[in-house]
C-alpha cells in the first residue's frame, strides 16, 4: 500500500492600514511607534510631578553669567544627586534644619543656590 503526501500552503495576507489607509509594513511600524510614544508621553505628564519652571541664570567660578539657566530649587533627590549623598542625607539635614528648604504643597524643595554653598562651605551645624 502507497501512502498518499499531500503538501499544504497557508497563504496569509496581511493588510495594514493607518488612519483607513493602506499602506506597507514599515510605514504601520512608524505609526504605531509614534502612537506608543505619545501615549506613554502623555501618561509621563499625567504621573509626573510639578517642576519649577523659573529659572536663574548660571555663573560660572570666575563669576560670570552663562547663556545656561538652571531651576532656582530643586528636589531632594535632585539635590543628592548634585551633592553625591544619598536622598536620606538631605531628608535627614532638612529634618534637623541643617538644609534650608521650601515646602511647596507636599513636595520639599532646595534652593539651588544654597547646595552651591553647601559644596563651597559644607553643611551647617544644626540649628535647635
Known amino acids: 500500500m502507497r501512502l498518499a503526501t499531500e503538501a499544504y500552503m497557508l497563504d496569509i495576507q496581511l493588510r495594514f492600514l493607518v ?3 493602506p499602506v506597507e509594513l514599515h510605514g504601520f511600524v512608524q505609526a ?3 502612537e506608543v510614544a505619545k501615549a506613554v508621553g502623555i501618561e ?5 510631578q510639578v517642576q519649577i519652571s523659573y529659572l536663574a541664570p548660571v555663573r560660572s567660578a570666575t563669576g560670570k553669567e552663562s547663556k545656561r ?3 532656582l530649587a530643586v528636589s531632594v533627590s535632585e539635590a543628592a544627586r548634585f551633592l553625591g549623598i ?3 542625607t538631605v531628608r535627614s539635614y532638612v529634618a534637623s534644619r541643617r538644609i534650608h528648604s521650601v ?3 507636599g513636595k520639599i524643595l532646595i534652593p539651588t543656590q544654597l547646595l552651591d554653598q553647601v559644596m ?3 553643611v551647617a551645624k544644626a540649628r535647635r
Do not use: M, N
Request: avoid cysteine.
Open 69 to 71: 539657566t538652571r531651576p
Open 44 to 48: 509621563l505628564q499625567r504621573s509626573s
Open 19 to 21: 488612519a483607513d489607509r
Open 120 to 122: 563651597e562651605q559644607g
Open 103 to 105: 515646602r511647596v504643597g
Open 32 to 34: 504605531l511607534a509614534f
Open 86 to 88: 544619598s536622598t536620606a
